[in-house]
């Protein structure tokens, strides 16, 4: 069922269309139609709504005690609760059916208000469509721009999922607006890291262009970040463009040169140094967390070999605990037939006992017999049966550590991988980076 609030919405949404003389995709006819329809099945809910709170209160009379041989007039109700709880499903679906053309004629009114350039009358209605998705919040963010209230422009941007393309609207409002550090920002936003996208290129374009007064007060960094970008995308270009790769790096080179009077060449070397450093670096760490690698899987077959010691020490405990459990059970048959000896005696002794009570003796003292050889002759057995749980015990140890010393290489190998796959990926950058040295400087 919908809420009261809900049913509300919808007529003050009605009620606002019909308020204004709209000519638009919806027509006032069209809307009044709807209205109809929606005060008629609003009214048609209302029976099966009653009569299920009705039918709620006298079902709960027969719930506990006052229901025990009450199977048919519970059946009864049950059926007709059913019954009108299918009303109420199917009355409501066509609510929400009335809403969302509802919602899609508001939609239309919004577009159409943003189409003949009013866009406060189009901002209004679409913050009237109840599903505001990104493409709502979009049309929004464009009518702010329109109306040139940027900030309001990138509220709206931001609270769209966000993507470099939605990024690059937000630079622009943000420059429109004069708020030249926060196009800057969002700009680096789009940049760290690079994705190799369209926005991409604008934002490259535009860092360019927004140069300001105050652009080092704001970013002291500002060349060095930029030209660690023009690095990267020249790493990315380095395979399949190489003439571009070479232009980015010379970009980069002399975006670092424009904040000292050092040669070109110079400015690389020190780059090609910076890129040695990190790899040299991985190399020292990658030999360290060997170092870590071979510790801890030492520490693993320590632990698994206290495991079998730990194991083995029950075994030889539960040895002892064994002979006296074979002991026990030897007493307990001992005295089962002993036991069974007496009564089958005082039976007989009995003139009044029957022959049936005379014959069960028997069959007890035969069973209690039999059990006292099979124990008797399966010591080993139940020895045996008695130390089965600490022997697999034991075996699983022993196990966990041959599996530890055979898959040696592997754990270690996984335990260092991410340090090694840094350490590669460092000595690929080098690589790159000696070659974009060399083919331009």
């Not at 009379?61 to 519970?74: A, E, P, R, V």
């Not at 679906?93 to 919602?103: A, D, G, I, R, T």
């Not at 395979?239 to 904040?259: F, I, M, S």
Request: proline share 2%; charged share 35%.
């Amino acid at each position: 069922m919908l809420s009261t609030n809900k049913k509300l919405y919808i007529k003050i949404s009605l009620a606002f269309l019909l308020t204004h003389s709209i000519t638009f995709a919806a027509s006032v006819s069209d809307i009044e139609n709807i209205e109809k329809n929606l005060i008629k099945t609003e009214t048609e809910l209302l029976t099966p709504e009653l009569r299920l709170d009705e039918l709620f209160a006298e079902r709960s009379k027969y719930d506990g005690i006052g229901g025990w041989f009450q199977n048919s007039k519970k059946k009864a109700l049950d059926a007709e609760i059913e019954k009108e709880q299918e009303k109420v499903k199917t009355l409501t679906n066509e609510l929400k059916s009335l809403n969302n053309q509802v919602q899609e004629m508001v939609y239309q009114v919004a577009q159409s208000y943003e189409s003949k350039k009013d866009y406060e009358k189009a901002i209004e209605y679409y913050l009237k469509v109840a599903n505001r998705t990104d493409t709502v919040r979009q049309r929004i963010a464009v009518c702010f721009k329109a109306q040139k209230n940027y900030m309001q422009a990138v509220k709206w941007y931001l609270e769209m999922k966000r993507s470099d393309t939605v990024l690059i609207e937000v630079v622009d409002c943000c420059k429109l607006d004069g708020k030249d550090k926060e196009a800057i920002y969002w700009l680096f936003e789009i940049l760290e890291p690079l994705n190799d996208n369209s926005a991409e290129t604008t934002a490259f374009k535009l860092i360019e262009e927004y140069k300001y007064q105050n652009l080092k007060v704001d970013y002291p960094n500002f060349f060095e970040r930029l030209s660690k970008i023009y690095i990267s995308k020249a790493f990315n270009n380095y395979g399949n463009n190489p003439t571009q790769a070479n232009a980015d790096y010379k970009k980069a080179v002399a975006l670092l040169c424009e904040e000292t009077s050092a040669h070109e060449s110079s400015i690389s070397l020190k780059i090609v140094n910076s890129y040695q450093d990190n790899y040299t670096e991985a190399l020292e760490i990658l030999a360290k967390q060997k170092e870590a690698a071979e510790r801890n899987f030492q520490d693993k077959i320590n632990e698994a070999n206290r495991d079998i010691r730990e194991a083995e020490h029950r075994l030889r405990r539960a040895q002892d605990d064994a002979e006296r459990h074979y002991r026990n059970t030897l007493t307990n048959a001992e005295n089962s037939l002993n036991h069974a000896n007496k009564r089958y005696s005082e039976i007989m002794a009995k003139p009044e006992a029957t022959q049936q009570e005379k014959d069960y003796a028997k069959r007890q003292v035969d069973s209690a017999q039999r059990e006292l050889t099979r124990v008797r002759n399966s010591r080993h057995e139940i020895v045996r049966d008695y130390l089965r749980p600490y022997e697999r015990e034991l075996e699983s140890a022993k196990r966990e550590k041959y599996n530890l010393e055979r898959d040696k290489i592997q754990i270690i190998e996984n335990y260092i991988s991410p340090y090694k796959n840094k350490a590669e990926n460092a000595k690929k950058l080098l690589q790159m980076v000696k070659t974009l040295h060399n083919n331009n400087f």
